[in-house]
């Protein structure tokens, strides 16, 4: 909670106690890592929100902050799943976002959808369909 703290943010835990996933536990964890941190490190004195709801025999994870966004390039290359990373403007590879990556590919690893959408804040959503 330091972490949250020290960019003067609040978190917020809506995933009900109830709520059991079956997927890969230490992957999924990685997962969530990544997202939460990185929706802290882009977000400063707002809102980081992780929820979660059962649909049926599948689970909804959704992790979303009140930051600034991310560019249209990067949602295009999460939510399409044979693009290739996108370059930095100035076509140098990217120095940064390893995160998403590590996210993105453990997802298609197991199986699971993710999708973002941007704009003031971002919102993953990842379905996990595939029950263990």
Do not use: C
């Amino acid at each position: 909670m330091e972490a949250f703290a020290a960019q003067q943010n609040h978190f917020e835990n809506h995933v009900p106690e109830t709520l059991r996933i079956r997927s890969n536990r230490q992957l999924l964890k990685i997962i969530l890592h990544n997202l939460i941190d990185n929706a802290n490190k882009y977000t400063s004195d707002g809102i980081v929100s992780v929820g979660g709801s059962q649909e049926g025999p599948a689970v909804r994870l959704v992790v979303s902050d009140t930051g600034p966004g991310l560019s249209g390039d990067l949602v295009n290359w999460i939510n399409e799943s044979n693009a290739a990373y996108p370059e930095s403007p100035d076509g140098e590879p990217r120095m940064h976002g390893i995160g998403l990556v590590i996210i993105k590919e453990l997802t298609e690893i197991l199986g699971l959808e993710i999708s973002v959408s941007s704009g003031h804040g971002t919102r993953f959503e990842i379905l996990i369909t595939n029950i263990l």
